[in-house]
């Protein structure tokens, strides 16, 4: 009787083995605010004066290995990027336009002209019940009824405070470790507890759930690693596969340096703030070493993929990400266009290069895909998000047509609202206060240096026409003119001001 249990037991380990073998791992390293130049990889076709000032080794490592998106997008904010990849959904259709905080409390702040419309402000949730909330079904609830172990380690940011999205266990996550509503942490620093307290700032922004490192001098990035890696153990000695959602917090403000890198910086010649955001930006690259490293440790490496992504472009004050226009929350490519690499053993081959565009959205379906999973809805509505597979094996059309588009109706961060689209090398941004079209051909002018509206009117017109469309068919909310009581026109509409 024993012998038939143990070799019942074998026979069961076995069939475990097999299965999470059947499924490749998927670990996710999100990364918060970091341009596309803000590496030592340069994601354009040379090195900028950037990619000479930072050291990221492992990025690189990465990108020798897997395969680099040199015209990869997200939002230009990060609430909305984040819940386009849970759900696969535009920003315009999914309406958490901006940034979450405070239930029932919108950052929106005042404009002269505009008056943000009723967006989806307390996030996202998976039940209704929740006013202004997406109700949506996420990428790791499909994940987990597919057989994944789903693991939250770091920034969630996908619900306001007090609202069931804030707790990432709620969205389909078996694991949380230290994500909540905040966007941001209070510290970097262990012997700040991670919290924003020691310089009398508010406890809302404190990290929770990694108070064994309080008083320590362990930097949060480190604390983030070293419980990622310990939920891969975890994950491991059950046999199950797992989704790794790795979202760091940095490199948000607050800028605080981390302590193992600042010197190098120093001695460069990097003074203050520079120097703190290049130790934060080689602090997140050790993190990603010490993830595959891991993964190699346990001798799954081969059976894992990885995919590196920022959630929108470099903060304000930060050095600029030449050749590229623009910041975070701006709708120049400085603000959307972000680092992409995938590592898919046996699927991408090493050093490639994918000069193709894709968007944020499109992870939703490119991780379902990788995991397997052939059948899927999305409970909120129709998927945006197109899957990148065929690029990651190296089949594409031979000119790409498909549009992709932004849309902030809002007012956050300073910025004036906006909906943009791009279509083959050609871009329009429609300022929603002016009314102004700006059009760029982005092969001939990356910097988006010289509107071409007055030059092309037909072109202008035409994709006026199809972003128009987009935000019909998605219903998209628009900005209030304060000047008329109006919803502002769309992009396709004779627009004389008031």
């Known amino acids: 009787m024993k012998s038939i249990l143990i070799s019942l037991c074998v026979l069961c380990a076995s069939v475990v083995n097999s299965v999470a073998a059947a499924q490749p791992n998927i670990v996710f390293f999100f990364v918060d605010d970091m341009g596309s130049q803000d590496t030592s990889e340069p994601f354009w076709k040379e090195k900028t004066k950037l990619n000479q000032l930072y050291h990221t080794p ?6 020798d290995r897997g395969m680099k998106f040199t015209q990869a997008y997200a939002c230009a904010i990060c609430s909305p990027s984040r819940i386009s990849l849970m759900t696969g959904m535009n920003a315009a259709r999914h309406r958490v ?33 929740t006013p202004r909330a997406l109700v949506a079904t996420t990428l790791p609830a499909l994940l987990q009824k597919a057989g994944y172990r789903t693991i939250h380690v770091g920034k969630a940011h996908f619900g306001a405070k007090g609202t069931p999205g804030e707790e990432p266990k ?82 948000h403000a607050p800028f605080e340096k981390d302590a193992r890198f600042i010197d190098k910086y120093l001695k460069a010649g990097l003074k203050g703030r520079g120097a703190v955001f290049a130790s934060m930006i080689e602090g997140m690259d050790k993190s990603l070493g010490d993830v595959i490293a891991n993964l190699k440790r346990h001798g799954i490496a081969d059976n894992t993929i ?61 991780v379902l895909a990788m995991a397997g999973v052939k059948k899927f809805t999305q409970s909120a509505g129709p998927i945006d998000g197109v899957s990148f597979v065929p690029m990651l094996s190296g089949v594409h ?23 943009s689209i791009r279509q083959g090398d050609w871009k329009l941004i429609y300022n929603h206060a002016t009314r102004k079209r700006e059009l760029f051909n ?27 469309a987009f935000l019909r068919e998605t219903n998209a909310q628009m900005p209030t003119d304060k000047r008329t009581g109006k919803p502002v026109p769309l992009p396709d509409a004779p627009n004389p001001l008031p």
């Open 397 to 419: 059309n031979k000119k790409q047509t498909r549009p992709i588009y932004w849309h902030f109706p809002n007012t956050s961060n300073g910025q004036s609202p906006y909906s």
């Open 442 to 468: 982005l092969s001939d002018d990356l910097g988006e240096r010289t509107n071409l509206a007055a030059e092309n009117p037909a072109k202008a017109r035409a994709l006026a026409g199809q972003l128009a």
């Open 170 to 251: 709620n969205l389909g996550f078996d694991v949380n470790i230290a994500g909540h509503a905040r966007g941001g942490p209070g510290s970097y620093h262990g012997k700040n507890n991670y919290s924003a307290a020691f310089r009398k700032g508010s406890r809302v922004w404190d990290v929770p759930g990694l108070e064994k490192y309080h008083g320590t001098d362990v930097n949060l990035t480190e604390a983030l690693t070293l419980e990622a890696n310990r939920a891969m153990d975890a994950a491991v000695k059950a046999g199950k596969p797992f989704y790794l959602y790795l979202s760091h917090y940095a490199i």
């Open 306 to 366: 990885v995919v590196f992504m920022s959630d929108n472009g470099s903060p304000p004050g930060m050095p600029p990400n030449l050749p590229l226009r623009g910041r975070k929350g701006q709708p120049y490519e400085g603000g959307i266009r972000v680092p992409l690499i995938v590592d898919w053993p046996g699927v991408t081959k090493a050093s490639t290069i994918c000069d193709r565009y894709v968007i944020i959205e499109d992870v939703f379906p490119t």
């Open 58 to 63: 492992n990025i690189e490592l990465l990108a």
């Open 97 to 129: 336009t901006t940034w979450t905080l405070q239930k029932d409390k919108g950052p929106d702040r005042g404009h002269a002209t505009m008056q943000a419309p009723a967006w989806n402000l307390n996030g996202m949730c998976m039940a209704p019940g």
